[in-house]
Structures are given as C-alpha cells and as structure tokens.
C-alpha cells in the first residue's frame, strides 16, 4: 500500500488543524492505521492508531483528549483531527499501515510509510 499525507501547515498555538493519509490499493481497510511524528533530533514517536474497521482507537498520552484520529475506508484516506495545538507539537507528521489491523504503537509494527507531512505551531 502506498500512502501520501497532506494538510501540513503553519498554525498559531491554540489552534487547529487536519492532516490527511490518502492510501492506494484495495487492501486499505484491511490495514491498521497510524500517526507517527518526527521533531528534529528526536526519534519517531507514536501519535495514534485506529484498527482497521475503525471502531477502536488508541492515543499517546501527550495528545490524549486533543487529537482525534478517524478513517473513511470507502475513501482510503485516515485522518487526524489536531486541536489546542501546542509548539511542542511541531515536527513532521508520518501516517502509517499496519498489516493484521489491530493498535500497535510500536514503529516495527508498520512496514508501510508516508513521506511525512509538516505541522509547525507557533507561540
């Protein structure tokens, strides 16, 4: 499965934002799906997940209550819904496919990747 991010941008502290993961081929509702991001000179972190149905999802406790990560599977796209957003946030946002469907949080667990996408929030 190939995916592309999108929806990156500059946005003021407090703010909010949405980034996309549009996904190719037929197998995307089979795959569990997640954020990942990158500051510089920080290793990747995990953000969130969602199974691949969507009826469950599973967030790092520094965005728990502030994003929110949803999928279409009839568009092949998964989101993720960033609000009260902080400076701390800033960095490059991945999304990520994980065959087998389920919640992992761990970077081994997805062996499909997007290019990443840009988020920088401002004081």
């Known amino acids: 499965v190939q995916l592309v991010e999108s929806g990156g941008g500059l946005v003021q502290a407090g703010g909010s934002l949405r980034i996309s993961c549009a996904g190719s081929?037929?197998?995307?509702?089979?795959?569990?799906m997640g954020w990942f991001r990158q500051a510089p000179g920080k290793e990747r972190e995990f953000v969130a997940a969602i199974t691949s149905g969507g009826g469950s999802t599973r967030y790092a406790d520094s965005v728990k209550g502030r994003f929110t990560i949803s999928r279409d599977n009839a568009k092949n796209t998964v989101y993720l819904q960033m609000n009260s957003l902080k400076p701390e946030d800033t960095a490059v946002y991945y999304c990520?496919?994980?065959?087998?469907?389920?919640?992992?949080?761990?970077?081994?667990?997805?062996?499909?990747w997007g290019q990443g996408t840009q988020v920088t929030v401002s004081s």
């Open positions: 990520a496919a994980a065959a087998g469907g389920g919640l992992a949080y761990t970077t081994r667990n997805y062996g499909y």
């Open positions: 081929g037929r197998t995307f509702s089979s795959y569990g």
